[in-house]
């Protein structure tokens, strides 16, 4: 199990018409791992267990993003990177599907996954890269580095979230 769900990290350069070369760090992993999302898989859910955030490899800003494969109709996390996950939108990829009280039993399960993905399976994978990048940088790809400690504390200290910048699912 726990080669299925090793992280895979990347960094990817990026460059738009018209700006500067941006560098990034990706993260991802299939989640084989998280006891709530192995649970919700044992309850039924049919969804691939896929997360992914992705960050700036400098102390840029980011208004976060929620990706499910594609962009979600520009929803923002207001969290300080954006989120790839195997989420349950709903049907104009604006929205996702959200616990409630007035929901039908296959609404309600796919915002049970949302749910588990955003509370306990992203949240695992960001401290995760967020330790990566400490002291050592012992889970980086081979041959990259970030700077010196300094450095990558204050990239660090950049990706940590505002909590009253942050929606609550």
């Known amino acids: 199990r726990s080669s299925l769900s090793a992280l895979n990290v990347a960094f990817v350069d990026i460059t738009v018409t018209g700006r500067e070369k941006m560098s990034w760090l990706v993260a991802q992993r299939f989640d084989a791992y998280t006891p709530e999302v192995l649970q919700a898989v044992s309850e039924g ?26 962009p979600l109709g ?25 616990l409630g009280p007035n929901l039908d039993g296959q609404h309600e399960r796919r915002a049970r996954w949302n749910d588990v993905l955003m509370r306990h399976s992203i949240p695992r994978l960001w401290a995760e890269v967020l330790e990566m990048l400490g002291p050592g ?13 300094q450095e990558r504390y204050a990239l660090v200290l950049a990706r940590l979230p505002k909590l009253c910048s942050t929606r609550e699912a």
Request: aromatic share 6%; hydrophobic share 40%; net charge negative.
């Open 137 to 149: 940088c012992s889970g980086l790809p081979s041959g990259q580095r970030l700077g010196n400690s």
């Open 45 to 70: 859910i049919t969804a691939v267990p896929l997360v992914g955030v992705a960050l700036p490899c400098d102390e840029t800003l980011v208004q976060g993003n929620a990706f499910c494969f594609l």
């Open 74 to 98: 520009g929803l923002l996390t207001g969290l300080p990177l954006h989120v790839n996950a195997s989420f349950e939108p709903q049907p104009n990829r604006r929205e996702l599907w959200l």
